[in-house]
């Protein structure tokens, strides 16, 4: 068929090959567009043995054809569908977060092993809590005690630290990974245990909230804070 217009005119035929109407791009013919029909039909039924039991996601954030929701999550209730992407994506979050972790653990033991006293661990339904005792007391401002709370999860560490104030009082303060913050202070007349008793209930409130995982931050974001001279 022919036309009137400027643009190239395209053109079906019963010949082999290709055919031009003068203009130099060439024409699609019957034979070839009757292989091109095939080779989609053939593409087609592979597809449909070999992805059956697959979905296809479609629209602008469909990822093409996705495995049974079993493949992916052993539980998954058969009607579930669920993207192999995202899927992926969570998994090397997870898989990030789990490296960061154990980075974590691996300068709180450098730590340990590197304190000049002896130290105890209480364990927890949330996580555990290192206590390390460095004197009963001091002049102003000397650290009496350390008390570490490490989630089991992924989540960051949390310390509380007793520090010797003036008149024999003791002040409580919370260290992070990012940054420092007063808790409070017990009076000489409570008593070494009171203060003890502060910290401890300090600890197991954070390790019932504790601060959510941050693979960006360095492992030893909470020990380095807490080297004492």
Not at 63 to 75: D, F, K, T
Not at 104 to 133: I, P
Request: glycine fraction near 10%; proline fraction near 6%; charged fraction near 20%.
């Amino acid at each position: 068929m022919h036309s009137g217009g400027k643009g190239p005119v395209y053109e079906i035929s019963g010949e082999t090959g290709f055919r031009t109407t003068g203009d130099r791009r060439p024409m699609l013919t019957l034979s070839i567009l009757a292989k091109m029909s095939s080779a989609a039909i053939a593409a087609g039924i592979t597809a449909c043995l070999t992805y059956g039991q697959y979905n296809v996601a479609s629209g602008p954030n469909g990822s093409g054809l996705m495995p049974p929701a079993s493949v992916l999550h052993s539980n998954a209730r058969p009607e579930a569908v669920l993207d192999p992407l995202a899927e992926m994506a969570d998994a090397f979050a997870t898989l990030k977060q789990e490296r960061a972790k154990a980075d974590r653990n691996r300068a709180m033991v450098d730590w340990l092993t590197s304190l000049q006293t002896r130290f105890t661990v209480q364990r927890l339904e949330t996580g555990l809590v290192y206590k390390v005792r460095y004197a009963p007391a001091g002049n102003a401002g000397a650290v009496l005690e350390d008390l570490v709370a490490v989630p089991y999860g992924t989540e960051l560490p949390f310390a509380v630290s007793l520090h010797a104030a003036e008149d024999g009082a003791v002040r409580i303060e919370g260290l992070s990974c990012r940054g420092q913050e007063n808790l409070g202070r017990v009076d000489a007349a409570a008593g070494d245990e009171a203060a003890q008793a502060a910290a401890m209930a300090e600890a197991e409130a954070y390790l019932r909230t504790p601060d959510p995982a941050d693979p960006g931050l360095p492992a030893d974001c909470l020990t380095v804070r807490l080297k004492r001279s």
